[in-house]
């Protein structure tokens, strides 16, 4: 009888364990935080000497994104541009391989966020008009994020993240959960989604079956230009309720899978906007600067936080004319970034 019994226990020991979904190990727990930037590929080819400025600022982490196409929003092919006679160096299987490498030297881990351009609009705008094109996209775009997820397996890759701001695509929760069931048949590394901040990470319903959830997190943090520490701390209060109340649902830990603010006065205001949408804007440092200090001091220690991917970093620094660029690099927000991924 004592037999039977403790074999009973042992059953449901081994029962739960396997019912643990990834992930879950350091939901809610103590856990080391991503420090990172979102690394661009560019054309140049890196060596050792492009990570030194990641040393000095206690960088930990980078993302890689290459890139996929579309001609059109509602285009059913992903062309995937791989070889880098044809893209981008940085972008290309040799180039992220190279990178990952060097990374791995310098003591770096790797996030592998595939994205796609599409001519003349944005991934939050590809939707199919009928449920045979979506199948055809989602047969065309399982082919590309496999691409990547064999090679994230191949580089031993930490993260993959496998999309970015689909948000008409992820309304359809059971070929996600089908594309997640394939790259877990390839990849064994962490899995997360990059949801976009305004309409779509709230409504995915497929958190469950990833490691982490991913969030762009463009959010405005105030109305006016060069707003105070005080003012974008107070911004964040009610993102950071919708985003506790997300992580309560799912016990998934959130990642930042991109957050950054350009270098001018209205920053906090529209933080998704490009620079080359308002050329006249004002340069200031430290209005950029003031909203990573409010990122830091109001987000960042909170224990569902796993990290944060600032965009963005030049391999080879940014160019003088960039100055309202999104990037910290050679800015006052640099050294905030250096101060507290120090801690």
């Known amino acids: 009888m004592k037999l039977v019994l403790v074999t009973a226990a042992l059953l449901i020991i081994g ?77 290309s299987d040799v180039g992220i391989k190279q990178t990952t490498l060097l990374a791995r030297q310098n003591k770096i881990k790797t996030i592998l966020k595939p994205h796609l351009w599409v001519r003349g609009s944005w991934p939050g705008e590809i939707k199919m008009d009928s449920e045979e094109n979506w199948q055809k996209w989602f047969s065309s775009y399982t082919d590309f994020i496999l691409h990547y997820a064999k090679l994230a397996e191949e580089q031993d890759i930490e993260i993959l993240c496998i999309g970015t701001e689909l948000s ?42 990833l490691d982490f959830i991913g969030i762009q997190g463009y959010f405005s943090l105030s109305q006016y230009n060069n707003p105070t520490i005080e003012e974008l701390t107070s911004g964040w209060s009610l993102h950071l309720e919708t985003i506790e109340q997300l992580y309560e649902q799912y016990k998934k830990p959130v990642l930042f899978t991109e957050i950054g603010y350009r270098s001018a006065e209205d920053a906090a205001i ?28 109001s987000v960042w220690q909170k224990k569902w936080v796993a990290g944060a991917y600032f965009w963005k970093w030049y391999p080879h620094g940014y160019h003088p004319l960039q100055t309202i660029d999104f990037t910290p690099q050679g800015k006052a927000a640099e050294k905030v970034l250096a101060s507290h991924f120090k801690d």
């Open 15 to 91: 029962l739960t364990v396997r019912m643990v979904l990834p992930g879950e190990e350091i939901a809610g727990q103590s856990f080391e935080k991503q420090k990172g930037v979102c690394w661009v590929g560019g054309r140049q080819v890196v060596t050792q000497s492009e990570f030194r400025p990641l040393i000095e600022n206690h960088i930990q982490w980078i993302s890689q994104t290459p890139f996929g196409w579309q001609s059109n929003n509602s285009s059913t092919e992903v062309i995937a541009n791989t070889n880098f006679e044809r893209t981008w160096w940085g972008e």
């Open 168 to 209: 008409h695509s992820t309304k359809y929760e059971y070929r996600w959960r089908d594309l997640i069931h394939k790259i877990r048949q390839v990849y064994s590394g962490k899995l997360t989604y990059a949801a976009n901040f305004h309409d779509e990470y709230q409504h995915i319903k497929f958190w469950d079956a």
């Open 270 to 297: 529209e933080p998704w906007k490009w620079p080359q949408e308002n050329k006249e804007i004002r340069p200031s440092d430290e209005t950029q600067a003031n909203c990573y200090e409010a990122f830091f001091s």
